[in-house]
Nanobody, 112 residues
């Protein structure tokens, strides 16, 4: 079955950290660019970060640059998003993406 399954979301205080994971199955994960997007309440889905198939290239939205790190483990068919120095405005449902496929999302809430 072709799917992406996110995990690792939750409630965290401002300044805290979380690591999101996205497990891929049913396709040749190692050949695909992988990305994270997020959608805050009442807002459109927005780009967060992307990583090339061999981890040689990454790109980030300006709003998360220096705080978030995208990585992948092709042996485990998994992409990660390490989120540090979290802010209330990072509150959103975070989605894993590869071209033509979305996960179900995982909710991150940053609040004291």
């Amino acid at each position: 079955q072709v799917q992406l399954v996110e995990s690792g979301g939750g409630l965290v205080q401002p300044g805290g950290s979380l690591r999101l994971s996205c497990a891929a199955s049913g396709f040749d994960f190692r050949t695909y660019v992988m990305s994270w997007y997020r959608q805050a309440p009442g807002k459109e889905r927005e780009f967060v970060a992307t990583i090339s198939s061999n981890s040689g290239s990454t790109k980030y939205a300006d709003s998360v640059k220096g705080r978030f790190t995208i990585s992948r483990d092709n042996a485990k068919n998994t992409v990660y998003l390490q989120m540090n120095s979290l802010k209330p405005e990072d509150t959103a449902v975070y989605y894993c993406n590869c071209p033509g496929l979305w996960g179900q999302g995982t909710l991150v809430t940053v609040s004291s």
